[in-house]
């Protein structure tokens, strides 16, 4: 089994990570098997669509989401991480979690990184995380999902959100785990206004330059809305999507975090091939 993949392809481009919810609200109103089998088949349609990673998540990080239970997230993720596991052996799968003992039993299904929004706050999670010796993403998060849009604040974005990092990826290197394993993400959207937002993107490449991969999600997010107003609806956001993920790539970003896997796969590879020309 290969491993999952955290460093950019050989030409540049960012591996691109599919986003599978499975969140009752996001799929199917037809109870639990059914939502299994949408997210199940949904990920097969990324991997046949170009992804060359899956994030799976069973607890809506959405601003004003309420927290699931340990068994309820178990529930959602462990049947599709296995039943995406049998169909595919290969999938590279990532599993979207704060929990300890989630991201434990979804490694022990198939998954081969931990993504974690908290950054491994949650007590044992770093000891957790070298037990499990896959690699981890550290995402960076002012307060929590049910408050932190109320009242963002920072002294300097780039450089707290660069501390924060700097200081979990610490927590981490603290219990032995290995640095090549470790990935940082500033959090798009995570207790953030329209301006930090923007300030975080434009300065990926400072992120990229503290020498450890960087992965970025932005797709369908909300500050495409605070820039063009008339997308309202999280479907209408693909312009900006793209947008961003191309300027990502172009910061020398790992991985990118998409919900529209065809259309960011082959605006990478357009724009490598221009480059090409490039003088
Ligand atoms: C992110 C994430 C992100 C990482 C979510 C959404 C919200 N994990 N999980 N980075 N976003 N690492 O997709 O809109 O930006 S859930």
């Not at 979207?96 to 979804?106: E, H, L, S």
């Amino acid at each position: 089994m290969l491993a999952f993949p955290i460093r950019p392809h050989a030409d540049g481009r960012p591996q691109v990570m599919g986003i599978v919810n499975v969140t009752p609200d996001s799929f199917s109103d037809g109870g639990r098997h059914a939502s299994m089998q949408a997210a199940r088949d949904h990920a097969l349609g990324l991997l046949d669509a170009g992804a060359d990673c899956l994030d799976i998540g069973g607890e809506s990080t959405r601003p004003g989401a309420e927290p699931v239970s340990v068994a309820q997230e178990l529930d959602r993720v462990i049947p599709v991480i296995e039943a995406i596991s049998a169909e595919r052996p290969d999938a590279q799968i990532s599993i979207d979690t704060m929990k300890p003992d989630v991201a434990r039993a979804a490694v022990h299904a198939g998954a081969g990184l931990w993504n974690d929004v908290n950054a491994l706050r949650a007590a044992g999670a770093p000891e957790t995380a070298m037990e499990l010796g896959v690699p981890v993403c550290l995402m960076h998060m002012q307060g929590e999902p049910r408050t932190m849009q109320a009242d963002p604040h920072y002294d300097d974005v780039v450089n707290d959100v660069a501390r924060y990092l700097g200081q979990r990826a610490g927590a981490l290197l603290s219990t032995g785990f290995d640095r090549e394993l470790i990935v940082l993400d500033p959090g798009i959207g995570f207790g953030k206004t329209l301006a930090h937002n923007l300030k975080l993107i434009a300065s990926l490449e400072h992120f990229v330059s503290l020498g450890l991969p960087v992965l970025f999600g932005a797709s369908r997010k909300r500050f495409i809305n605070a820039i063009d107003e008339t997308a309202t609806d999280a479907m209408d956001r693909l312009g900006g999507s793209l947008a961003v993920a191309l300027h990502a790539a172009r910061s020398g970003c790992a991985i990118v975090r998409v919900h529209d896997v065809r259309e960011t796969a082959q605006a990478l590879k357009v724009q490598v091939a221009i480059s090409r020309y490039a003088d």
